[in-house]
């Protein structure tokens, strides 16, 4: 893999610091002098409508930014990623998450086999076991149908299933529920299992090694759980292989740990090792979201992936919604000063959206060593955050308009409701998308002191109701949620976040930084119990942390 180019010393880079240098955006007059620019800087992408046109940007500033893509290689890489290439260097992986979504009509050969018939035969085998637990055909150890589907996962085996199972309950099976665990907090497990039925309780257990230390936790918290409760209803006896059996499936690729734990490793659903926890959700590790709105669903959220995929893989630069939206994320971070990035769903059903795109584009992004182990020579990596509106609104929008940082804003919002309720007269979808609309048009022009006093505001008040505007949003609107626009959707930000990598020249595909604080906690374990010797070994605000956690430990 060749070494990543240094943007800072391409041409591109250094016009664009020109450009910041005398940037004085005016979004105004931009819109009065140029009528056409709303048409302009509005794209579609799959379903999607994407408006950039409130960003703060203008022809030069596109121009470099495209320019300052081709110096860097971007569309080399993206043909390498989508071709199996081992970008991923410091694993010695291929990054093809892409090939999760591929038709099963379609052949991508890597390392001399195509990858396309196996993706398809797991896909076929999720969707069969979906179909039984969704039937009932598929039963408990006493004969009774499934109505919950506990998944178990952290990471990646978590954040996308209980996103996507947030967002899609339109599509959801009534009778048939699905809860997540994820933290080795005991509290998440308790509360989860509190209420089950274990006689109708399905677990699932996500971890492709089968040794991540919370989600192997939790499983066999809740293996203990169903034991305990069969035996007291008086359900079994002492010997629980065959309610393990028929409770637990897994989605791992170590059938001798699946297979130890006590589940049949026949009901282990796999992937490979070129897919990312945190890109994973449309492998089997959505097994969860397939059995709550069925293979045609997830087969319909996948060809959403695949239509972005192939946006972002076709489309000419100046119509590529992922690699400007990638590279206008570049010039806000990297030229402007921007530090955190907010996305805002104007859509209670995409509530979870933004905690999965912190995981997505920060433990991707979020490095300090470009990919051949060199220093980064460039800010990398955004703080993704946000809530749905209009709940923001009421929050921390206060800072977004009159604030001293700069806070690029996705805003995300569908023309059709999940649930069209009415106030009376009043659809409420429409007063809910008025404040979409309202929102981003504030943030772009504001308000002027003018304005302000010839509303009879006192000239002392004045300044506090002034709005100075040009803070920049994106606009993305589609039709409906559904589930082929949902997998846009995340394919974008996907995309998204890999323009920005390469322009950084970092590894976006693995996550060494998340590794150091688990080692650590594997071996501080002792000290929490009490050895003395590891405390002693520790650093003394650690020893001062511990003792006070040993003193007032209740047992």
Request: hydrophobic share 45%; aromatic share 10%.
């Amino acid at each position: 893999m060749s070494a990543p180019v240094d943007p800072t010393t391409t041409s591109a880079w250094a016009r664009l610091s020109e450009l910041a240098d005398d940037f004085k955006p005016d979004l105004r007059a931009w819109f009065a002098d140029d009528p056409d620019r709303a048409h302009r800087f509005s794209y579609r992408a799959a379903d999607l409508m994407v408006d950039l046109s409130k960003g703060l940007l203008n022809a030069s500033i596109e121009a470099a930014l495209l320019d300052l893509a081709e110096e860097v290689g971007i569309a080399e890489r993206r043909q390498a990623m989508f071709a199996g290439d081992r970008i991923n260097v410091t694993e010695n992986r291929s990054v093809l998450h892409t090939a999760l979504r591929l038709p099963e009509s379609a052949s991508l050969v890597v390392d001399g086999a195509d990858v396309v018939p196996g993706v398809h035969e797991v896909l076929r085998r999720v969707y069969a076991f979906a179909d039984q637990v969704r039937s009932g055909e598929w039963t408990g150890v006493t004969g009774q149908p499934i109505s919950t589907v506990v998944n178990i996962g952290i990471g990646g085996s978590d954040l996308g299933p209980v996103m996507a199972y947030e967002a899609l309950a339109p599509y959801r099976q009534a009778g048939l529920e699905c809860r997540f665990i994820s933290n080795i907090d005991p509290t998440d497990a308790a509360q989860k299992l509190d209420g089950l039925d274990p006689e109708t309780t399905l677990f699932i257990v996500s971890s492709k090694t089968f040794t991540t230390l919370e989600t192997l936790t939790n499983a066999r918290l809740c293996r203990a759980w169903l034991l305990d409760q069969l035996r007291e209803k008086g359900a079994i006896g002492d010997d629980g292989a065959s309610a393990v059996a028929k409770h637990f499936v897994a989605v791992s690729t170590a059938l001798d740990k699946v297979a130890e734990f006590g589940i049949d490793p026949a009901n282990a659903f796999g992937f490979w090792d070129w897919v990312g926890g945190r890109y994973s959700m449309d492998s089997a590790i959505g097994t969860s979201l397939a059995i709550a709105i069925g293979g045609d669903n997830f087969a319909a959220m996948l060809d959403g992936f695949h239509q972005m995929d192939e946006h972002f893989r076709t489309s000419p630069a100046e119509r590529n919604v992922p690699l400007l939206m990638g590279l206008l994320n570049v010039w806000y971070s990297n030229f402007l000063g921007a530090e955190t990035h907010a996305v805002l769903p104007y859509s209670q059903l995409l509530h979870r959206f933004p905690a999965y795109l912190q995981q997505l584009t920060m433990e991707s992004n979020g490095k300090s060593v470009r990919w051949d182990g060199s220093s980064v020579t460039t800010q990398t990596g955004e703080v993704f955050w946000g809530e749905p509106g209009t709940n923001g609104q009421h929050a921390f929008y206060q800072l977004i308009h009159q604030g001293t940082r700069l806070v690029p804003a996705d805003f995300i919002a569908f023309a059709n409701p999940a649930y069209p309720l009415r106030d009376g007269d009043t659809d409420v979808h429409e007063l809910f998308l008025a404040n979409f609309f309202a929102q981003t048009q504030a943030l772009a022009f504001g308000k002027t002191a003018d304005q302000v006093r010839a509303e009879g505001t006192a000239e002392a008040i004045v300044p506090a109701r002034v709005f100075e505007g040009n803070r920049p949003t994106t606009s993305i609107m589609a039709a409906d949620l559904t589930p082929s626009v949902l997998g846009q959707l995340i394919a974008l930000y996907e995309h998204i976040t890999f323009v920005q990598g390469v322009v950084w020249g970092i590894d976006s595909f693995d996550q060494w930084g998340v590794e150091l604080g688990k080692q650590l906690a594997t071996g501080l374990s002792p000290a929490v119990s009490g050895d003395p010797d590891v405390a002693a070994a520790q650093d003394p605000s650690t020893q001062a942390l511990l003792a006070y956690y040993r003193e007032h430990r209740r047992r």
